[in-house]
């Protein structure tokens, strides 16, 4: 088997069998991957989710954030209950705080060379890219950004963004979206008469049986992400 399709096999896992189980088992390895989401519909949970599958796993993991410290996401996520710090002292899971926001119209650029240089890693997660383009009005340079993106999937990297959708223009988000292997939008819905936050995996390459599934999930402190039935539910 060729090391290409051997990478291609493997999957990311959340290690949250309910979300594996709509997401047709987890992210395939090599995926370029959009978690979209409007503010505190949970794409920094999710986020966090993954990646802590992924060094439950045993793959190795950067994580870009331009919301938290090293201090801030490690308190995060052990508010969560992901325990993350031990993967970090054996450089397992490297965080990396970037106030990417501040960096002004290079910014998409910066990050790409960031990705470039984490040689040896096996997932890369950006929560959020949204700050990276804030002050882009070019969307030349962001598309390429997800060209380039692809183009280190293609060796076998795993790539997750976290994306404000309202922050690039309609014409944008569609080749952006049609650009990524999975594609997981997150929202906050009437159920009834509740309000309640959803997860719709409105792509997954390669696994088709999970296209269009739609969960409802909560955040608990000190759980994490909890499906919950929503009537709406699919998948
Ligand atoms: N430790 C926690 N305990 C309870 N709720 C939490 C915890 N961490 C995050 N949340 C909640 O999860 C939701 C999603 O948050 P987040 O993933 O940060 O949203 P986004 O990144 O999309 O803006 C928010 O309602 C937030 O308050
Ligand atoms: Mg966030």
């Not at 989401?37 to 870009?64: D, E, P, R, W, Y």
């Not at 950006?126 to 060209?147: C, G, H, K, R, W």
């Not at 183009?151 to 922050?167: E, F, N, R, Y």
Request: aromatic fraction near 4%.
């Amino acid at each position: 088997m060729p090391a290409s399709e051997k990478i291609s096999r493997k999957i990311i896992s959340s290690g949250n069998a309910e979300l594996d189980g709509k997401m047709g088992g987890g992210l395939p390895a090599g995926s370029l991957a959009l978690i979209e989401g409007s503010s505190g519909a949970g794409k920094s949970v999710l986020s966090q989710q993954i990646l802590f599958g992924a060094l439950k796993n045993g793959f190795k993991v950067s994580t870009f954030t331009s919301e938290n410290t090293v201090k801030s996401l490690l308190s995060q996520m052990q508010s969560i209950d992901m325990d993350v710090v031990d993967y970090l002292l054996v450089r397992r899971l490297k965080i990396y705080p970037i106030a990417l926001a501040r960096i002004g119209s290079d910014a998409p650029n910066r990050l790409l060379n960031a990705l470039r240089s984490q040689k040896g890693r096996d997932v890369v997660v950006v929560d959020s890219f949204t700050s990276a383009i804030a002050n882009q009005t070019n969307p030349t340079l962001i598309l390429n950004f997800f060209e380039e993106c692809k183009k280190l999937c293609g060796k076998g990297l795993t790539v997750i963004l976290t994306l404000h959708a309202q922050a690039v223009g309609s014409d944008l988000v569609n080749p952006i979206r049609s650009m990524c292997d999975a594609h997981l939008q997150l929202r906050t819905e009437q159920d009834g008469q509740r309000l309640v936050k959803t997860l719709e995996v409105a792509k997954i390459r390669g696994a088709a049986s999970a296209t269009g599934a739609i969960v409802g999930f909560d955040v608990e402190p000190g759980w994490g992400m909890r499906v919950i039935p929503i009537s709406k539910a699919r998948g």
